[in-house]
């Protein structure tokens, strides 16, 4: 059988599969439960063309680390076949751990990282496939020798955020977003076993930064996906309070085995029950449940999910400042008016204040160091003459409050306008 297949892919191109044991990677159900996995979560509720999937990303992920292995192979990098095998079988699956709607109900539904779910479903594949993933799994998890083999699957630089950035560009329409992979690719290097850019690379790296922080806040980090993200997040709480109170709730029997029960990360390798369940849950379950809960007798599951089915969304707030506890009070007797609820109910399902943060590149983490021809090493915030450490090392913080729309003709008009 041949297994060298070409997959048309709008973003890149046509997507040639390198290796038999990365074709059957992609065939295997776990994989192929990636399809029906949105990337962006809610962000569709935004951005309408934004419904492209994990599964998509990871292939176009495995496409750059092709390009990024043949450019190291090209100047000398020493990279065998078992290698690239396995750098291509760790990007493959970096992201094989995400549950519905991706990031949204980490550590919600499943109060597990997808980094940790990702790794048992890597090793749980390595037992199938007869100690295939060894390397990968060693890559993935940075204890294999060549360091720089684990910086392509994960650091600051990326072949996940090189497709991400591009991909999720493209199908939102945020012209913002796009960056030259390919330069950046073509300009890679290997120094003292770190991966580097070379300086002819330095002005695509800082669009590269500058994309990403403008992604995130007008695509990751939009105040009407975060809403969005808040109603289901609180939908989910309360369909657990439910549960736990004894009512019977509809919904797919490996979603209500997390809905019922709360397992945690040593629950997984306890028992094979919970990772099959966790393996058959994507955005489907979540998005059928909800629609038959808009018809629940309990009036605070039934309001969110028709709001959060219909779009009817809660308004958002942002701010520079921390919300005042006077206007949360004011918001939440408003809410409470509203809907005729007890105080509590209202502080757990309806009215919500928390911080988002971002930051272009963490100076904490593995640094993306530039090499000149003089074969000296610097830091892109010490390189760049446009972006420096203040700049790109400065995490904005921004406060928000999350309330039903329908009660703000019960607030003061400065409320409403913060």
């Known amino acids: 059988m041949n297994k060298r297949k070409i997959v048309n892919d709008p973003v890149h191109g046509f997507i040639k599969v390198p290796f038999d044991l990365i074709y059957d990677l992609t065939e295997h159900p776990y994989f192929q439960r990636l399809r029906r996995i949105k990337q962006l979560g809610l962000t569709h509720l935004v951005y309408p063309g934004a419904m492209h999937t994990r599964f998509q990303h990871a292939l176009g992920a495995m496409h750059l680390m092709t390009s990024a292995v043949e450019t190291l192979h090209a100047k000398g990098l020493n990279i065998t076949e078992e290698e690239s095998i396995a750098v291509h079988a760790a990007i493959l699956l970096h992201d094989i751990g995400h549950g519905p709607f991706s990031h949204v109900l980490e550590h919600s539904l499943v109060e597990v990282s997808h980094e940790d779910i990702s790794q048992m479903i890597m090793q749980k594949l390595n037992d199938e496939f007869g100690g295939q993933l060894n390397m990968a799994i060693e890559i993935f998890n940075n204890t294999y020798p060549k360091k720089f083999l ?143 809960w808009t018809q629940h007798s ?54 919500f204040a928390d911080t988002i943060t971002n930051n272009a590149y963490s100076i904490k983490d593995d640094k993306i160091e530039i090499l000149f021809n003089n074969k000296e090493l610097k830091d892109i915030a010490n390189a760049s003459d446009m972006l420096n450490l203040s700049v790109l090392g ?18 003061q008009t400065e409320t409403v306008l913060f």
């Open 298 to 351: 309990d009036i605070i599951l039934s309001t969110l999910a028709k709001g959060f089915v219909n779009r009817k969304l809660w308004r958002i707030k942002l701010s520079d400042r921390p919300i005042k506890p006077e206007l949360v009070k004011e918001i939440k007797e408003a809410t409470m008016q509203e809907f005729g609820l007890k105080s509590s109910q209202v502080a757990k399902y309806f009215v």
């Open 150 to 292: 684990h910086q392509l699957v994960s650091s600051q630089l990326d072949m996940d955020r090189l497709d991400y950035l591009k991909r999720d560009s493209f199908f939102s329409g945020v012209s913002e977003g796009v960056i030259g992979s390919d330069r950046i690719i073509k300009m890679l290097n290997v120094v003292d076993d770190k991966l580097v850019i070379e300086s002819k690379g330095i002005y695509s790296i800082e669009k590269f930064l500058v994309a990403r922080r403008l992604m995130y806040w007008q695509v990751y980090l939009h105040k009407t996906a975060l809403a969005a993200e808040q109603m289901l997040v609180h939908l989910l709480k309360r369909a657990k309070k439910l549960v736990a109170k004894g009512e019977e709730l509809f919904a797919p029997p490996h979603l209500l085995f997390f809905i019922k029960n709360k397992p945690e990360l040593q629950d997984f390798y306890k028992s094979d029950d919970v990772l099959n369940n966790f393996t058959m849950l994507d955005d489907d379950d979540i998005m059928c449940s909800i629609k038959t």
């Open 394 to 411: 400065k995490t904005v913080r921004k406060h928000y409050i999350c309330y039903p729309k329908s009660i703000e003709y019960r607030l």
